[in-house]
């Protein structure tokens, strides 16, 4: 049995203590929560501990994986407590995981534990499949489309806004540029160009609507090279009509072979439940942790690191006579 933990309760943290319930190899072992523990109420019989007796979990848990944010958790929580515990996270902000990798892979490596980070879909599948698409289609571009979907990472860093109480960030495709990119005509198309940003966001009472809205079309790695639109609701509309968390998209490599002769790989998904879904993800990643450290293999890895195999549960033998 793996033994596992989770830090953070969130949409995230209750999808993986979902997920632990359908991968009978595992075992969650313990939530660890920044909040008051008796003031959270689990879907299990789970013990909640505070984040404050961690430490004390060292030696009673094989993975410990990060629920919380990209914006603010991830980038201070996953560096501390790869020193402590094998670990996964699902840092989402692209543009900073060179950094993230470094920092997580000195605090790894001091330890003689094992990090994998950024597991998801996108980054995590989503990323496997450009490099297995770029492998085999040097002469060609790639196209990425998410949505249309909930942001975990996006929604939370809006709510980490002064004056807001809540917010829900859809990620939409614009569909002349999907159209553009099934073409094979490898189209050169910008950010802005791909995408368009959709917000709800419930204020706080007395929060400056127009400062609120400006801090969110300008946020830098986030909202500031898309079309943005923000829409101020209440609370009770978000809840009727933006409390379910469905998202998924689209990787394509549209290249050439010989110039008259061209390919598109394209890989996609749909799913109702972005966190459950990421959650299951997560699950998968912290078995081939666990397997990695035994191998005495340290340091941060990525999903570009670890072999296919190291995911399943099944051993080789079944994995070449079932799926192969």
Same mark, same amino acid.
């Given at each position: 049995m793996i ?11 209750r999808?993986?203590?979902?997920a632990?319930k359908i991968?009978p ?6 939530i660890?929560?920044?909040r008051n523990?008796?003031?959270?109420k ?9 984040v404050?007796?961690?430490e ?5 848990i ?6 919380g944010?990209?914006?603010v ?8 407590y ?6 996964i ?7 900073k ?13 001091s330890a003689?534990?094992?990090a ?6 996108d980054p995590?599948l989503?990323?496997l499949?450009?490099?297995y ?5 040097p002469?060609?571009c790639?196209y990425?489309f998410?949505?249309r979907g909930v ?13 807001v109480?809540d ?20 189209p050169?198309?910008?950010t802005?160009q791909?995408?368009k940003?959709?917000?709800y966001?419930?204020?706080k009472e007395?929060a ?6 400006s801090?969110?079309v300008?946020m830098?790695?986030y909202?500031?090279?898309y ?6 609701i209440s609370?009770?509309e978000l809840? /009727?009509n933006?409390?379910?968390?469905p998202?998924?998209? &689209? ?6 072979t $010989? @110039?008259?002769t %061209?390919?598109i790989?394209?890989?996609s998904?749909?799913?109702d439940?972005?966190?459950?879904f990421t959650?299951?993800v997560?699950i ?9 450290n /035994? ?8 999903? &570009?690191?670890v072999?296919?195999a190291?995911l $399943? @549960?099944?051993t %080789?033998e ?5 799926m192969?």
């Amino acid at each position: 049995m793996i033994k596992l933990g989770i830090l953070g309760y969130g949409n995230l943290g209750r999808g993986v203590e979902n997920a632990v319930k359908i991968n009978p190899d595992t075992e969650l072992c313990a939530i660890f929560t920044r909040r008051n523990p008796s003031d959270v109420k689990v879907n299990s019989n789970t013990k909640v501990v505070s984040v404050d007796e961690i430490e004390e979990w060292k030696n009673k848990i094989d993975v410990l994986i990060l629920c919380g944010g990209s914006a603010v958790d991830l980038p201070v929580q996953t560096p501390k407590y790869a020193k402590l515990f094998n670990v996964i996270d699902s840092f989402d902000t692209h543009a900073k995981i060179p950094e993230h990798y470094k920092n997580v892979d000195t605090s790894a490596k001091s330890a003689s534990k094992t990090a994998i980070i950024s597991v998801g879909w996108d980054p995590g599948l989503f990323s496997l499949n450009r490099m297995y698409a770029n492998a085999i289609l040097p002469d060609g571009c790639d196209y990425t489309f998410w949505g249309r979907g909930v942001s975990q990472g996006h929604s939370d860093a809006i709510r980490r806004i002064e004056g807001v109480k809540d917010a829900r960030q859809y990620t939409v495709p614009v569909e002349e540029a999907l159209i553009q990119a099934r073409s094979g005509k490898n189209p050169q198309l910008t950010t802005r160009q791909k995408h368009k940003r959709e917000c709800y966001v419930v204020l706080k009472e007395g929060a400056d609507a127009k400062r609120v809205e400006s801090e969110i079309v300008n946020m830098p790695n986030y909202f500031a090279d898309y079309d943005t639109t923000v829409n101020f609701i209440s609370e009770e509309e978000l809840k /009727k009509n933006h409390s379910a968390i469905p998202h998924g998209g &689209f990787v394509l490599r549209s290249g050439k072979t $010989s @110039p008259n002769t %061209n390919h598109i790989i394209e890989y996609s998904l749909k799913l109702d439940s972005n966190p459950e879904f990421t959650s299951s993800v997560l699950i998968a990643y912290a078995r081939a942790a666990l397997r990695l450290n /035994k191998e005495g293999v340290y340091g941060c890895k990525t999903v &570009f690191d670890v072999a296919p195999a190291y995911l $399943s @549960p099944k051993t %080789n033998e079944e994995l070449i006579s079932t799926m192969l």
